[in-house]
């Protein structure tokens, strides 16, 4: 059993950074590799970004464009997401999760955290 929180979201310039953590429980966290999602409102969830727990190719969606970059520091059970050139349109609630990549298969979600790009 793995639980989540996520923390770090707000309201940012575009052009601004902001980075987000996900703080996870248990004892099995380093075995899990662990994404980040984001919803916009009135849009589905989406994928951004993932580190594999084996420490391969990191994937990430094509609208991260070298902004958004994932760490993870597993002696804290934390997943980080740094995001930098941040627009409007990353206007989202932002997740993440713990599970495997390979079959798009999620098993433990954070509640979210809010970030607002807007002038």
């Known amino acids: 059993q793995v639980q989540l929180v996520e923390s770090g979201g707000g309201l940012v310039q575009p052009g601004g950074s902001l980075r987000l953590s996900c703080a996870g429980s248990?004892?099995?966290?380093?075995?899990?590799?662990m994404g980040w999602f984001r919803q916009a409102p009135e849009k589905e969830r989406e994928f951004v970004v993932a580190s594999v727990w084996t420490g391969g190719n990191t994937p990430y969606a094509d609208f991260v464009k070298d902004r958004f970059t994932i760490s993870r520091d597993n002696a804290k059970n934390t997943v980080y997401l740094q995001m930098n050139s941040l627009e409007p349109e990353d206007t989202a609630v932002y997740y993440c999760?713990?599970?495997?990549?390979?079959?798009?298969?999620?098993?433990?979600w954070g509640q979210g955290t809010q970030v607002t790009v807007s002038s």
């Open positions: 248990g004892r099995t966290f380093s075995s899990y590799d």
């Open positions: 999760a713990a599970g495997r990549i390979r079959g798009n298969s999620w098993s433990y």
